[in-house]
């Protein structure tokens, strides 16, 4: 195990009703503040007002933001860096899912940082550049990507038809709010596709070629077997509490460091191709990785890794075998079964894109060179996989 440090400042306050805190802990950071949200969905289901009350209560001075895009643009970006400047607020409350969360941090990063987050951050990668941001603090609508306790960020740029991420300890969330009743709305669609991004998340940190790691290999299986229980009853039963309060926490410890934190290598290649498709057709992102992953499972499979898919099919899905080969493929058909069953397409396809920008998408996917630690993948593996998954 490599040496680490696990540092994890964001303080979580889970279950229903812990939104009445709102006002005290905003408090203890901000009198003013920046409120972000995406369309009128918190508004409809009145998580909207008592937000206000809780802040009114506490006297927070409060400028909205609203219709963050599910692919949260940089555009959006700027204007609510804008707004925070103007106003002098002191925090950006983000409440939502990933997209809001993430567009939230880009927002405290753009307000203090003096160049473009965009060139120098999502482009350039020059994340040391980031030295202070705007305290940033969610409540979460939709168990999905982890933003609620990490410091990564994913943003669009429409006009360059780039999707790209960023990363700083410093915009990891000082407090969320998770409850899990805020997500009995979210419908069988983006709990689909919430579901396979926390086990994407999970795929990209528990696939790798090395052979220690024990323990977080362990950890791992069992966040892969409750999203597994869990997201077909909350599909079928959406106001299932225990459904959804397991996925919400799922959700988080799977993309704060935890499951990383000591490993050798993480892998994170079938992201990248992914956010190529996400910023060239705008598709919701649990879909593209659940297109995209077992068709990666099969491409990348060989002798240096075949033990994590034997694994994973030991483990987590109870599957046995003599031969580790015939292991690992009856492991990756049960992942794209399981997909299926919670309706989620199949191909590329399904979702109406054909190849004529398959040369344009592993270009940028290796735009910095090969990507991936289970088997490196350069232009030629990129394109194999997109043309795999027509």
Not at 167 to 193: C, E, G, H, M, W
Request: hydrophobic share 40%; net charge negative; with cysteine.
């Amino acid at each position: 195990m490599k040496n680490f440090i696990y540092d994890v400042p964001t303080r979580i306050l889970f279950g229903e009703g812990q939104v009445s805190n709102i006002g005290k802990e905003v408090k203890k950071h901000a009198s003013k503040i920046l409120l972000l949200y995406g369309k009128n969905s918190i508004k409809k289901n009145g998580l909207y007002d008592e937000v206000i009350k809780f802040l009114t209560e506490e006297n927070i001075e409060v400028i909205e933001l609203s219709g963050v895009d599910p692919n949260p643009r940089i555009e959006t970006v700027r204007e609510g860096a804008d707004l925070c400047r103007k106003h002098n607020l002191e925090l950006v409350l983000a409440v939502g899912g990933g997209s809001t969360i993430d567009c939230a941090k880009g927002i405290a990063a753009q307000t203090k940082y003096h160049g473009d987050i965009w060139r120098d951050l999502c482009v350039d990668k020059k994340f040391n550049l980031l030295t202070e941001a705007l305290p940033v603090a969610s409540i979460l609508t939709l168990a999905a990507t982890g933003s609620e306790m990490n410091g990564n960020s994913v943003l669009s740029n429409v006009k360059e038809n780039l999707k790209l991420g960023f990363n700083s300890y410093i915009l990891r969330p000082v407090f969320s709010i998770l409850d899990p009743t805020y997500t009995f709305s979210v419908n069988k669609y983006q709990t689909a596709a919430g579901a396979v991004d926390i086990m994407s998340h999970i795929f990209e940190q528990y696939f790798s070629p090395d052979k220690n790691g024990y323990l977080q290999a362990r950890i791992m299986e069992g966040l892969l077997k409750t999203v597994i229980h869990y997201a077909p009853i909350a599909y079928d039963n959406p106001t299932n509490y225990e459904a959804r309060a397991n996925i919400m926490w799922a959700s988080s410890l799977s993309l704060n460091g935890l499951t990383s934190a000591g490993k050798e290598s993480t892998d994170w290649a079938t992201h990248q191709i992914e956010h190529e498709l996400s910023a060239k057709y705008d598709i919701t992102h649990g879909v593209g990785l659940g297109i995209l992953t077992p068709y990666w499972m099969e491409y990348v499979l060989d002798k240096e890794n075949v033990h994590r898919f034997v694994d994973y099919a030991n483990n987590v899905w109870g599957i046995f075998g003599e031969d580790d080969f015939e292991v690992a493929k009856k492991v990756i058909t049960k992942t794209r079964e399981f997909f299926d069953s919670l309706e989620i397409p199949s191909t590329l396809t399904d979702i109406g894109i054909d190849s004529s920008r398959f040369e344009e998408m592993a270009t940028g996917a290796t735009r910095l060179g090969p990507i991936g630690t289970m088997k490196k993948l350069n232009y030629k593996d990129v394109l194999e996989i997109l043309t795999m998954s027509l």
